[in-house]
């Protein structure tokens, strides 16, 4: 699917696309805990499949892209590495705050509204924090 997401992005503009699949998938991870608690496993593997397919890939197919045309080309590579690596680094903690928040007052009612308001932080930021640059038209040189 990410292909798909790219190709669309390209039509009508990654941002837009971006926070959508974000909002999508935030509100999808509920409908994946409802289907754990469930215990359908054909529940589980389909709603597994609509976060994976629509939100997650939609998100992941867009992001290179949004990445490269929102970093000046001086500081792109390193800065959009730089943040991905950040970023991996900080949610490899997350499977210990979904323990830890497992057991607070609202379950793992918590994990779903922290998931969602993550989402949605990002989705606010992929609209308002971060304008696409585009090049600078190439300045003919004058007839002699």
Not at 9 to 38: K, P, Q
Not at 44 to 57: K, N, P, Q, R, T
Not at 115 to 143: I, K, S
């Amino acid at each position: 699917m990410n292909p798909v997401w790219g190709a669309l992005s390209d039509r009508i503009g990654r941002s837009t696309l971006l926070s959508a699949g974000l909002v999508v998938e935030g509100v999808l991870l509920v409908g994946y805990f409802l289907a754990l608690r469930s215990g359908s496993v054909a529940l589980i593997f389909a709603s597994l499949l609509a976060v994976a397919g629509i939100g997650h890939a939609c998100v992941n197919g867009i992001f290179p892209a949004f990445v490269t045309e929102a970093l000046p080309p001086e500081v792109r590579y390193t800065a959009g590495s730089l943040g991905m690596q950040l970023a991996a680094l900080i949610a490899g903690f997350a499977p210990l705050v979904a323990v830890a928040l497992e057991g607070s007052t609202f379950g793992v009612w918590t994990i779903c509204g922290l998931a969602l308001l993550l989402c949605l932080a990002g989705a606010v930021a992929a609209q308002f924090l971060v304008r696409a640059r585009r090049p600078e038209p190439a300045v003919e040189p004058a007839a002699a």
